[in-house]
């Protein structure tokens, strides 16, 4: 806890306040997920004030939201928007730039395995020689005969002939859109 009011105490003004301190205490004792995302979060908090300077933190939290995507467009409503800037998180948790504890209840960056999964990230930490489908991989082999089997497991073969990969839902829209315009219709 004295490590939330650390980083309470070096910034601006909040806007998302998150989980209260009574209950945020009752989390610690059951899950060390929570411990680790905090731990983490005074970390980088401190190392982004080092990169950064203070002056960044010591904003309102509104105003640093604005102030971080000044330089890119964003396609999404103004109320879609978080209105917070996550600087650690681990499992379902989030802590914020501003010291708030979230609990994230199925936000894209968590789904399935959670935020900043040890098996996933281990995995994760050898060098892979790879770019996209523009280049060639083994792992793309890999991929796809792993996918053809878990797929095709219970039907006793996989009904796809290929797969895509995409990055974000707007590119499945995208490619769902030049698939029906180079379909005939029928």
């Not at 601006?12 to 060390?32: A, K, N, Q």
């Amino acid at each position: 806890m004295e490590t939330l009011a650390e980083i309470r105490g070096s910034t601006g003004e909040p806007r998302t306040l998150g989980l209260g301190d009574g209950v945020i205490r009752d989390f610690l004792e059951s899950d060390p997920s929570l411990s680790r995302a905090i731990e983490e979060a005074s970390d980088n908090f401190q190392s982004l004030k080092g990169d950064l300077g203070g002056k960044l933190f010591e904003m309102a939290e509104t105003d640093l939201v604005s102030e971080l995507q000044s330089d890119y467009v964003n396609f999404y409503k103004a109320p879609t928007v978080n209105p917070y800037v996550a600087i650690a998180a681990r499992g379902p948790w989030i802590i914020t730039s501003h010291g708030a504890v979230l609990h994230d209840n199925g936000g894209y960056g968590m789904l399935g395995m959670g935020h900043g999964p040890d098996d996933v990230i281990h995995s994760m930490q050898q060098n892979w020689v790879m770019a996209n489908v523009m280049t060639p991989s083994f792992s793309q082999k890999r991929l796809a005969d792993r996918l053809r089997k878990e797929v095709g497991h219970r039907r006793g073969s996989c009904p796809f002939s290929r797969f895509v990969c995409l990055n974000s839902g707007s590119e499945s829209v995208t490619i769902s859109m030049r698939i029906a315009d180079a379909t005939p219709s029928r």
